[in-house]
């Protein structure tokens, strides 16, 4: 299964940019998708995904800044970053889950520099 992330790159702190990750149609439709983040040295982590029941559940540190959104004409998921830190910088994941299955996306970094 190919989850396929784009819209990485490098911003001034401040600034924004938007994630955008395709799944197939029948991996779209079935499972929870979410973005995830991992810096150097650090964990893999939650940014923001969709529940089973269609809300959203975001991490602390990106509430208010961080938003997204599904377009489910175009099996698309995406990530809009705002006020984007020093902090935000890392490497991110598009990720589709259900059950105990997760499928990932190849990763897309942003950089964010002060």
């Given at each position: 299964v190919q989850l396929q992330a784009s819209g990485g790159g490098l911003v001034q702190a401040g600034g924004s940019l938007r994630l955008s990750c395709t799944a197939p149609g029948n991996i779209f439709s079935t499972h929870r998708m979410g973005w995830y983040r991992q810096a150097p040295g650090k964990q893999r982590e939650l940014v923001a995904a969709f529940t089973s029941f269609g809300t959203t559940n975001y991490a602390?540190?990106?509430?208010?800044r961080f938003t997204i959104s599904r377009d489910n004409a175009k099996n698309t998921v995406y990530l809009q970053m705002n006020s984007l830190k020093p902090g935000d910088t890392a490497v991110y994941y598009c990720a589709a889950t259900r059950m105990m299955q997760t499928y990932w996306g190849q990763g897309t970094q942003v950089t964010v520099s002060s």
């Open positions: 602390e540190s990106v509430k208010g």
